[in-house]
Each structure stands twice: as C-alpha cells, then as structure tokens.
C-alpha cells in the first residue's frame, strides 16, 4: 500500500494540535478561577480562599508547564509538514504566531513567576494583579491562535499575488468574519472545562469527606457558573453555526447530514452518511427542526452538501458524527446544571454520593467535546486549508514522502505517550495530595523558590521514596 | 519603507537571537551530554541545580526565534524545515525529553536513574541534531525556486555527522567550564580536568570542519581564499580565546574559563556567518529574497522592539538572582 503524505500529515497535525489542546483549554479556564479566588481572598480575608487558591495554582503550573512543552512542536509543525501554506501565509500568519509567542513570554517574564512564586513575598495586592494579569496573557493568547484560526476558515484581508498571500488590511484579516464567533465559542469552553474539572475534583474531595469547608464552596460557585454557561453555550454555537452557514455552507450541511438543497430539513439525530452513494443509509430525525433552527422557518432552504462536487466534500460521516458528540456533551452538561440546582434547593447538593460521582465521571466530558468540536470545524473545511483559496494538498511540503511522515507520526505519538503518562500520573498525585492544612499553609510563603520553571510550583514528589534511600 | 532596510534589521536579530539560543541552551545541553561521566550523584544534582533556574528562559530564544522566522524570513522556514524534517523531529523529542527530565527529576527517587538517561540523551540528540543544521546550512540546499526538492536524508552527510558531533563536544565544552563557574571542590575539580580533552577535541573538529568547508561549498572557498580579507581576524580571535581558555584553566581561574568558551563560540559563529553573506538560504537564496512582505516584517518589529528588551532584563535578572556557587546537598528538591 502507497503511505499518503497528504493524509499521515493530517493525522499527525491532528494528533499534536490535539495533544497540545488538552491543556490551554483548561489553564485559560482555570487561570481565571484562580484569580477569582485571589480576589475573593483579597476581599474576604477568609483563610479557605487561599487554600483553594494555593492548590489550584499548583494544578494549574503543572498543566502551564505540560502545556508549553507541547507547544514547542506545534511552532514547527507548519514548516516540516505544510511548508507550501506556511511560505504562502507566512504574510499573514507569521506575525500573528509570533504575537502569540510574544505575549505567552511577556506573560511569562513578568507575571506567571509572581503568580507562582511570589506568594508572601510581594503585597498581597501585587500577587492578586499578577494573577489577573496571567488570567488575561491567556485569553490574549487564544486571541492570536483563534484569529489565525479562523482566517483560515473565513480568509479576509489579503490579496493572493504571485501564489502568496499579502495583506492589505490588518484589521480585516484579524477581526476576520468567524473570529468572534469561534473566540467567544472557545473561551466559554474552556471556562466550562475548567468548571467541570474544578467541581469534579471538589467532588471527588468531598466524597472522601476532606477539607469539607473549602471544597463545598468551590463546588457550590462552579455549579452557578455551569448553570449560567453551559445554556449560554448553546446559544453561542447557534450564532456560530448561522455564521458558518453564511460562509461555510458545505460544513453545516456535512454537520447535518444533509445531501441535497431542499427545505423541511429533519434534524437528524442517528444516521449513515454514506460518501460514495452521496446519500444516508439509515436516517432517524425530527422533520424539519433543522430548517427551524438554521433559518427560523419550517420551509427554510439549506443548501445540501452536494452543492459542491464529491472531491470538494468534508468527510462527512465524521463531521456528523462528531458534532453529534459535542452536542450531546452540552446538553449533559446542562443536564447536571440543572440537577445541581435540583439537589442545592433540597439541601442535598454537597452529600447526594449519585451527584458527586456523575461529577468525578463529567471531569473528562469536557475535554472530549472541545476535541470533538474542533474536529467538526476543521475537517469540516476539508479539502480547504485556507477556505476557497488553498487546499490541504496545495500547502503540504512537496518533498515529504509518506515514508518520513509515518516516521513523525509514530514518534511523536511515542514521545508524547510518555510525556503525557508522567504527566497525567504526576497531576494525580497533586491532586490526590489535596490542600495543605492551614497551618502549613503559612509555613510555604517563607520558601525560597527558583522563578521560571512552572512545575517547580509543586512540591509533591513524583514516585514514593526508596526505602533503602529515605 | 525606503527609509530602513528592515531585512536588515530582522537579520541582526534573528542572528542575534541564534547566538544567544546557542550559548545559553548550549551550557545546560553540555552538562546533559557530560552527565554520564560525572564523578557521583552529588556532583549530578550540583550540574543540574547549576542550571535549572535559567534553563527554561533559554529555551524561549529557540520559539522566538522559530516564529521570528516564518514572520521576517518565511523562505528559511518553508526550506530548512522539510530539508531538516527528520532532524527537526529528533530534536524536538530530544528537548521534550530534556525537558521532563529536568522537572520530574528534582520530584523523583526510584525513578532518578531514567530521568538522568532522559536528560542525558535528550541533550545530546538535541545537540547533535543542530549541529547538523549548521552543517547543512555549510552544505546548501537543493532548492527549485522557493521550494526544497530534496530528500529526507539529504541534510545526513559525513560532514553534518561531524559538524554534529563538533557541536556535541562545543556544548559539552561550554557546560564544563559554567560547571568551572558554578561548582566548587570536587566537581569543580573534576571540571577543571575534563576542559582541556574537551578543548583538544574542539579545536580537532573546528580545525577538521574549516579545512573541509571550502571543499564542500565553493562559494566559501572563494569568500576565503580569492583574496586575503578582514575575515581572517574571526578564525585567529577564535584561536585566541581557546589558548586563553587552556591558560586559566592552568591556572585554575573561576570565571575566565566560562567567558573564553563564549568568545570561541562567538568568532566561530561570527566566521560562519561572515562565509555565507548575505545568502541565508544557501545556495543562492539572500536575506532579501527569503523576506516576508515589508508590512509584515514592520507590523512584527514593533511587538519585537517592546518584548526583547523585557526578556533580555529579566534574563539578567534571573541569572543576577541564582549568581554564585552552587554547593553540594544545597538547592531544592
């Protein structure tokens, strides 16, 4: 069997852009939360603030650090593997990469250390600044990523001269027709990852009856925050959808299943999309809700997917199926929002043992629907690498054989698998350490501690000691 | 933009952002490549707290520099890149692994015996990986208008298997005598005694890769010999430094050591850069012809002109703040 560059390179970009993901999605969430708690600290003086915050930041350095030492390949990742749409977008994309790195190291040089270390050591004030000051470098992070993004979803701006693309307005380019939509979209996810991750380990705490006093108060703020975001969420991705309807049109019909233009469009909630046939085999949907929902009119006409010739189609049975999979996550999200709400006005909220274990179980849901989501935006732009202008087969490297991109890929799942395992084990292990009591709490501020280094933070150990050894 | 030749400018800090990458990562790989051969475990943990309050700032000039790329001179990034595909791979394994080590080792008991075979085979693969690139870059790429054409182990010659393993033993060189710098007693003994065999063996790749380079690329060979030029001073001050190096190494100074390794590193880079140019992908490529568009390269120095001046403070800050020795059983765990 011939190896396909074109195609291991796509499984290859998915795999790290995916890896990497994971962990800026929950640190932009979490950062935020961290801040609130130090604010609410500063405000409050009450001890059970610090200790959450303390805590959190240590989870929070791990992931920071996991997260930067993935993020290393993905700044290489356009050159070795989309080396024809890295020289043909460097225009654009260049600067707006590098405004990433720019911020993520200002971020970084001056706040990150002082969030991570410079507890007792500077005013109270100063540290609570810094840690909105992090909280803020990640969303401006995700601000630059989000635009690139997006521009090559929805290209604006530029001018394709000689096979490269030249700017002609920045402001265009930035501030391209989807870059609200996805920035609000991803920013309200990673707040909901981190609600979920946070009520889940509260959770998890409060199941086995530690520091009860704290984490009943982290559950109890994270469930408000679900209940407000996790509907707010499905508001946003409909706007969102409507603005890919506008300028995707082909994504949303794969989104939906939808072969042909027509109106009455069922949404379908079971099928199987069959490429070849350019038909589903089986269908089970509700008639005409998909017209209703994308143009507010039961007749409404959506165009289908076949609008465009089969070469030019997504893979549509995994666009379908995975915006299935977001969607659905959403509204068992909302689900357990709701059933919060429920248990809080019994006054079963923090003891209810079916409740908290849904949480622990929910803490991976999250995470699951941000990938599944990004899957549904970007192969649904296939064959496009920047929409209408480029295609994937257009900007892969011409040199790269299938052989050298097998080699990659295998490699970095390997490294990665390693990585991620050490990490994964050694984020446990804080986690199951838990919080200091309050007396050591005050015994951490008099440490000297190195700057710079994110893992550093933590202190727990990563294996038990020798015996021989200790 | 008449007014300033912003490639120009770009050069000067790209160049200047690969030095600084090169020496400061280059100190704290070299003590990965010398790890197995240390005395004892003391001394281990002495290299590594030696090096761990700076190492992670000393990574952000190779992402800075990564990104300035594909922002001022894309053509480095889209040829070097696919040309150097496998070798980028490995050394980016080799930094991820270096990397955890360096974390997870400090955290580490039963495991501390992986985490130093991490940290020691991370660093070399990272070192001998880029020094293949600088011997590629000697070598030239096989380039069709803007588009490497080449294969996959073109970069892998007998020349870039010795510019690697030159670099290897530069960087081990370089960790020897920051370890001369930071270390006192026993380690720094032992520091003292590796730096000459390290030098011996320095000069005998520099001396083997200078011969050779103008037989591999006649571009350099004309840049050398065609007329005898200023450039000549590069390659004696590099001499000069290495005999002021074998000099306080004998007598026994503490810093000289450190800052006459640099001065090797400097002229040599200096030199290499002096043969290609203003060429930057070589074989025909110039720093011009590589550009992004102007208004890309002015939108992106603006953000560079605020940020560099705040990394290179608080890189001075954080080296200022972990000065001095690093004593045995001392540091943090």
Same mark, same amino acid.
């Given at each position: 069997m011939e190896l396909d560059p074109l195609l291991l390179s796509r499984l290859q970009f998915a795999f790290v852009v995916s890896f990497h993901a994971i962990f800026p999605v929950f640190t932009i969430g979490l950062a935020s939360y961290i801040a609130l708690l130090n604010g609410l600290f500063y405000k409050t003086e009450n001890p059970a603030w610090d200790r959450l915050a303390l805590f959190w930041t240590k989870v929070f350095a791990v992931v920071f650090g996991m997260g930067v030492v993935s993020g290393i390949v993905m700044s290489f990742q356009f050159g070795t593997n989309w080396s024809n749409f890295s020289y043909a977008s460097a225009n654009f994309l260049g600067p707006i990469l590098s405004y990433e790195v720019v911020t993520a190291f200002f971020l970084e040089a001056a706040f990150l250390g002082v969030l991570l270390f410079g507890r007792g050591k500077v005013p109270q004030g100063v540290h609570l600044f810094a840690a909105i000051m992090v909280a803020i470098g990640t969303f401006i992070s995700s601000f630059w990523i989000l635009s690139a993004n997006s521009w090559m979803h929805t290209p604006a701006g530029v001018e394709l001269i000689d096979g490269r693309f030249h700017v002609t307005s920045w402001i265009a380019a930035i501030f391209n027709p989807s870059f609200w939509y996805r920035f609000v979209h991803m920013g309200m996810a990673s707040f909901l990852t981190g609600g979920f991750v946070v009520a889940g380990v509260s959770a998890w705490f409060l199941l086995r009856g530690r520091d009860v006093d704290a984490n009943r108060k982290a559950l109890s703020m994270c469930l408000w925050l679900l209940l407000v975001l996790a509907p707010a969420q499905a508001v946003v991705g409909d706007f969102h959808g409507l603005n890919t309807l506008e300028y995707q049109p082909t994504k949303v019909a794969a989104m939906e299943g939808n072969w042909e233009t027509r109106g009455n469009v069922p949404l379908l909630l079971f099928a199987l999309p069959d490429q070849e046939a350019q038909t589903n085999r089986f269908e089970l949907g509700i008639p005409s809700l998909a017209s209703v929902i994308l143009k507010h009119d039961p007749a409404g006409v959506i165009p289908g997917? *076949?609008?465009?010739?089969p070469e030019e189609q997504p893979p549509v049975a995994i666009v379908f199926w995975a915006f299935r999979i977001m969607v659905g996550i959403g509204f068992l999200m909302i689900g357990v929002a709701i059933a919060g709400v429920i248990l809080r006005k019994r006054g079963t909220l923090y003891t209810n043992p079916l409740f908290l274990k849904s949480l622990v179980g929910m803490i991976a849901m999250p995470f699951v629907a941000v990938l599944a989501g990004w899957v549904v935006t970007e192969a649904g732009r296939a064959p496009w690498l920047v929409y209408g202008m480029m295609t994937h087969a257009e900007g892969l490297?011409? *040199?790269?054989t299938g052989g050298m991109a097998l080699f990659t890929l295998i490699g970095y799942v390997a490294v990665y698998a390693v990585v991620f395992w050490a990490g994964i084990y050694y984020l446990t292990r804080v986690v199951r350490n838990g919080m200091l009591p309050e007396d050591e709490q005050k015994e951490v501020q008099g440490e000297v501690e190195r700057p710079k280094?994110?893992? *550093?933070a933590s202190h727990t150990p990563f294996d038990d000691a020798e015996p021989a050894r200790s | 933009m008449d007014m300033f030749d912003l490639s120009l400018i770009w050069a000067l800090i790209i160049g200047f952002g690969i030095i600084m990458y090169v020496v400061m990562d280059g100190f704290d790989r070299g003590l990965g490549i010398l790890y197995p051969f240390a005395p004892d475990e003391e001394s281990r943990d002495v290299m590594m707290n030696s090096v761990a309050p700076v190492w992670d700032g000393n990574e952000t000039w190779l992402v800075l520099g990564g990104a300035g790329l594909l922002g001022a001179f894309p053509l480095v990034y889209s040829v070097f890149l696919p040309a150097l595909y496998i070798g980028v791979f490995l050394m980016l394994a080799g930094l991820i692994f270096r990397g955890i080590a360096f974390e997870f080792r400090f955290k580490s008991h039963r495991n501390r015996r992986w985490w130093n075979r991490a940290f020691c085979w991370g660093s070399a693969v990272a070192a001998f990986a880029q020094g293949a690139v600088v011997g590629a870059y000697i070598q030239g790429f096989n380039v069709e208008g803007f588009v490497y054409v080449g294969g996959?182990?073109?970069?892998?010659?007998p020349f870039t298997v010795m510019t690697g393993l030159g670099l290897m033993c530069g960087y081990a060189l370089l960790g020897a005598t920051w370890l001369i710098l930071k270390s006192e007693g026993h380690v720094q003994e032992w520091a003292y005694r590796i730096t000459p065999v390290l030098l011996a063996a320095v000069l005998v790749v520099f001396a083997a890769v200078s011969l050779w380079t103008p037989f591999v690329n006649p571009d350099v060979w004309a840049r050398w010999f065609n007329n005898i030029q200023l450039i000549w001073v590069l390659p004696a001050l590099a001499l000069a430094c290495a005999i002021w190096l074998w000099s306080s190494v004998r007598r026994r100074s503490d810093g000289q050591p450190f800052v006459a390794t640099l001065g090797i590193f400097i002229f040599t880079y200096l030199g290499l850069v002096a043969s290609k140019w203003? !060429?930057? !992908?070589?074989p025909d490529h110039t720093i011009w012809d590589a550009a992004s568009a102007p208004e890309s390269q002015l939108f992106l120095l603006i953000g560079m002109l605020f940020v560099i001046p705040i990394v290179l403070t608080y890189t001075a800050w954080t080296y200022w703040v972990f000065r001095g020795k690093v004593k045995v059983g001392e540091g943090y765990h």
């Open positions: 997917i *076949s609008e465009v010739a490297t011409p *040199s790269l280094r994110p893992l *550093s | 996959a182990l073109d970069w892998l010659t203003p !060429v930057i !992908v070589p």
